[in-house]
């Protein structure tokens, strides 16, 4: 028999598990496996830090949740600034491997600090649903924000993945604020903020790393080209 923080562990990556292996899997001849496991990994340190560290604040206020996102998000750009990923066309799949990291570590942090005890069908769908909500958005703007190092453009980026994130962090003060207490509520904010994050992940899928891979085939054949003519 499994214990509550096993299981919760096991509900909580699902999501992960889902945008590695299935939006991040399919692109995997375009960047180097070994990296974006050590970015997931990185994620999953940095996840735990921002995770406990958040916990010192009231979520459910709007400008301690935006507080969060904008530390969130300054360490995505960070590291997506330094010198093996910057202007390099596949940041994008670690900037989302990193932030797929961050974001389920700070979600089993969550769940694990609330101290649950017993887990029914309830609680482990209230808890899934949480880190659907956090996995895809912190996932899509991770990516986002490595598409922005990709191109050069930092801070225009950052500024997207910053709104975007600040977006979903107002949508979960309403989860904090309804909690396990107003279920309904809690449930139709989480289901809002699952199809949110699903555009985000999807955007990124469909139309992000599409681009990059075209711009580097059109890079790899203009060289060829180049060799051919001299």
């Known amino acids: 028999m499994f214990s509550p923080p096993t299981i919760l562990g096991i509900?909580?990556?699902?999501?992960?598990?889902?945008?590695l292996y299935y939006f991040l899997g399919e692109f995997e001849r375009f960047f180097k496996a070994n990296k974006a496991l050590f970015m997931v990994l990185g994620g999953l340190a940095v996840g735990m830090f921002v995770g406990f560290f958040s916990l010192y604040f009231p979520l459910d206020d709007m400008i301690w949740a935006f507080g969060i996102v904008l530390l969130v998000e300054t360490i995505k750009l960070f590291a997506m600034i330094q010198k093996p990923f910057r202007l390099n066309y596949d940041t994008?799949?670690?900037g989302l491997a990193f932030g797929?990291?961050?974001?389920?570590?700070?979600v089993f942090t969550f769940a694990y600090s609330a101290g649950l005890v017993s887990l029914d069908i309830t609680t482990l769908l209230f808890v899934f649903l949480i880190s659907c909500n956090y996995t895809f958005v912190g996932a899509s703007t991770g990516g986002i924000i490595g598409y922005g190092s990709t191109l050069g453009e930092f801070w225009r980026y950052f500024g997207r993945?910053?709104?975007?994130?600040?977006?979903?962090?107002f949508m979960m003060t309403f989860v904090w604020t309804f909690g396990y207490e107003q279920?309904?509520?809690?449930?139709?904010?989480?289901?809002?903020?699952?199809?949110?994050?699903?555009?985000?992940?999807?955007?990124?899928?469909n139309e992000i790393f599409p681009e990059v891979i075209e711009e580097k085939i059109e890079e790899v054949r203009e060289k060829k080209d180049g060799s051919e003519n001299t």
């Open 11 to 19: 509900v909580v990556f699902i999501p992960a598990l889902i945008v």
């Open 92 to 94: 994008s799949f670690y």
């Open 100 to 106: 797929t990291g961050i974001a389920a570590m700070m």
């Open 161 to 169: 993945a910053l709104l975007l994130g600040g977006i979903h962090a």
């Open 183 to 205: 279920l309904l509520g809690s449930f139709a904010v989480l289901l809002i903020g699952f199809i949110y994050g699903s555009f985000l992940i999807l955007y990124l899928y």
